[in-house]
C-alpha cells in the first residue's frame, strides 16, 4: 500500500514596497526604456527588465520628461 504523500510548503518572498513614483520619473523612466531599446535593438520589456528596475531614474531623463509634460501642456488642442 502506498504511503499518502506529504504537503510541501511553498514560501514566496514578500514583495517590495517602492514608493509611489511620481508622473515625472514614470515618464523619465519610459523615454529612458525607449532609447535604450531603440539604440540595442532590443525589446521595450527586456529594456526595462534589464536597465531601469534596478536602479533609480538619472536627473537627465527626469528633466527630458518635465519638459515633455511642459510641451504638451502648452500645446494641447
Known sequence: ????????????APELKRPVSSEE?????????AYIAMRQGISMDWAKKMYTTHEPVDEYWISVARMVIEHVAQHHR
Open 1 to 12: 500500500m502506498a504511503r499518502p504523500r506529504k504537503t510541501l510548503l511553498v514560501r514566496v
Open 25 to 33: 520619473e514614470i515618464l523619465g523612466r519610459n523615454l529612458a526604456v
